[in-house]
């Protein structure tokens, strides 16, 4: 389940769909500091970012994209996560590859959805020659395919938060984050004849 104001962009089918309707649907009402005369360059700005962060999400292998695109206490959130598909050859049963991937790591077991999942949590710098002006705080879950012990889900989380990926704002933009993640469920889709 989604928190209110947030969107899904899949990034297989529809996507170009998903992001004229975050373009042009949800940003008729520019926001106040932006001048009248700017909304057009504004739009593209913010239409060339999704396009930029769509192409960085299909390079990682995602299958969806979700983003915060209504703005609450007159400012829009600066966080977002991905879903994505990894697929990894081998015979290693899916709780020994969740068992590896905590070993000797700041990692944890957890239980997603009934079944064993890893959550890892972490700070990444700033990077201002990447265009990347702010530290901000990661969480990632890597949950089994139910029934296929060689694909697995990662669902990668970022925010900005504040501006401090310490503060308590920031924190509980993630806690916002988990409780998201403990509405996951997996559904099994018909076969058709």
């Not at 669902?155 to 998201?180: C, I, K, M």
Request: with cysteine.
């Amino acid at each position: 389940m989604l928190p209110p104001g947030w969107v899904r962009v899949p990034l297989r089918e529809g996507t170009r769909d998903a992001v004229e309707e975050l373009v042009l649907a949800r940003l008729r009402h520019i926001p106040p500091h932006i001048p009248r005369d700017h909304a057009t360059a504004y739009r593209l700005a913010v239409r060339q970012a999704l396009n930029a962060q769509v192409a960085a999400a299909r390079a990682a292998n995602g299958l969806d994209l979700y983003l915060p695109v209504q703005p609450r206490y007159r400012a829009a959130l600066a966080a977002s996560f991905l879903v994505s598909e990894v697929v990894l050859p081998g015979t290693m049963s899916p709780r020994a590859v969740l068992d590896a991937l905590c070993a000797g790591r700041r990692r944890d077991l957890t239980d997603i959805a009934g079944f064993p999942a890893v959550r890892r949590e972490y700070v990444r710098p700033a990077a201002p020659e990447r265009d990347v002006p702010l530290a901000s705080r990661h969480v990632d879950y890597a949950l089994p395919v139910p029934r296929d012990p060689h694909r697995y889900l990662a669902v990668t989380f970022a925010t900005a938060g504040n501006g401090d990926p310490d503060s308590e704002f920031t924190r509980a933009v993630v806690e916002l984050f988990d409780a998201l993640m403990t509405t996951f469920r997996w559904t099994l889709k018909a076969e058709v004849a």
